[in-house]
RNA sequence: GGUGCAAGUCGUCUUGCCGCUCCGAUUUAUCGGGGAGGAAAGUCCGGGCAACAAAGAGCGCCAUACUUCCUAACGGGAAGGGCUUUGAUUGGUGACGGUCAAAGUACAGCUAGUGCCACAGAAAACAAACCACCUUUGGAAAUGGCCAAGACUUGUCUUGUGCACCUACCAGAGGAAAGGGUGAAAAGGUGGGGUAAGAGCCCACCGCCUCCGCAGUAAUGGGGAGGGCAGGGCAAACCUUAUGGGUUGAAAGAUCAAAUAGACCUCGGGCAAAGAGCUGCUCGUUCGAUUUCUUUUCUUCGGAAAGGAAUUCCGAGGUGGGUAGAUCGAUGGAGUCUUGGUGUGAACCAAGAUCGAGAUAAAUGGCAAGAGCAAUUGCUGCAUUCGAUUCGUUCGAAGAGAGUAUUGCAACAGAACCCGGCUUACAGACUUGCACUUUUU
RNA sequence: GCCGACGUAGCUCAGGGGUAGAGUACUUCCUUGGUAAGGAAGGGGUCACGGGUUCAAUUCCCGUCGUUGGCU
């Protein structure tokens, strides 16, 4: 497994977004909000995941960059937890504070061990609807 | 040496592993190279660039405002001038003036107009009224005053059908514009003369105004002559004058353009002769052609015949608009560095060298090691100092610097089309200047 | 990225050069057996911050900080 993070696997399509957040289901793991949806017809494309903090919650721009940066290293060095196909991701940054690597990493961990039971779950609700 | 202020410069480095982005090579996965700032910030000015019809004019609106210069331009900068404040010193009775230094200065025009100036104060802007002042006319005598007489305690009291003089008081006429406690500000100021009282009424000085030379590119400076003096302050009040600005901003704008739907064109095909009406569709039924345009011929001018085109469905191809998306705009420029020259300076000129981020749901990072630096605390306790002492020493305390351990790498802050400025933020280090202070000589 | 608006009492807002006000909230008293309502009195302000103009600034001008709205 590479531990690399190229474009084709960051979420920059507008549409993709769009679609992320008006269908997609979401869970909260501080100091995380976590969207996720299984894109139709993407079966064969690679993961797309992208980070955001808010404006409200940290101030200044180099304090955006150095969360955002932090939060795409500990996704590269972890995203092996994952199935590797299908999956639109959104991580929200809910933190009220700067936070180091150290601390970050770990909860980025532990959010991609819960991620494959949740999409499971949702998965089940959906056949019982239809 | 320390502290403070001001100005300026810098504002961690190296290596390994794993990544991101751009460029170039081979080649389709590797290799090589580049990759945040002095403010990238605030978005306060100016310019480039682009679109808007023409980009011109007028009105409006906005901005600027001592002079000269720099500049692509500016509300930026440089130099100079004036003014204000403070300090030192000096001249003068005084108003105030001279010299030096520092700091500040949005510094055109209130003798174009309009407006405002609370409270207090007689009055806040045409100078008038009021109080007080002076002259004069008339009245007046309780209390003052004066006069007369008397008394004695000899400087006071008493008395008066007292009032000519002085004067309080009342009324009238005139003079004068100096004084009037206030206020941020009071109608030029100070000193003297003068007068019934006063007044630039007169004089000297200070200030002011007008005119004329001189010096300076100019702001302005300095000199002379004249004028008794008009003109309170506020334009970061409206406004006037001069100058500048067309508006909107890269989310400007340009190019290419998938899929789907619809528009137009061409070709082919379907059909009982195309098709039309009824119908949501099909079947069926009715009409057996119709409509429009055009050309030609005939005509009894009503039409008739012939030819072409269109109208329908299906399929294929194409065209243009244009969405997703992509590319350009967009990074070689009023560029940076060095040297020389010109200029007081901002800056300009010449020569040489050099290329230094280009992202777009948005790169420039993570981990580890080392160097360097800083901090605090602990430990070691050598130079040195102090105290005690049994004085060849020993003990205790302080301890610059050094060693070692620990922690951190900072502050302010992240390019979003690009430049020139301004403003604001900034741990720490260094340089220069000034002020204060301490020590030594 | 670009362009606006606002900041005044605990809260919601007036005031646009001359001692800062309203409603509501708060405190005390009256009223009531007690509470609410009502009545009376009172306290509470760095007018966001820093400069400047002016005799005088919440108001005018400049800068800073914060809040908020619009533009695809």
Known sequence: MKYSLPKSERLH?????????EKGSS?????????????????DTANQVLFSVSKKKIKKATG??????????AYRLNKALLPPTGLLLGFVFVGEAKMSFGELEPKMKLVLQKLPNELSKNLGKHDSKN
């Open 64 to 73: 955006r960059n150095y969360i955002k940066r932090r939060l795409k290293e």
């Open 13 to 21: 399509a507008e549409k993709s977004i769009k679609e992320l957040f």
């Open 27 to 43: 869970f909260f793991l501080y100091p995380f909000k976590i969207v996720f949806w299984v894109g139709e017809g993407l079966e």
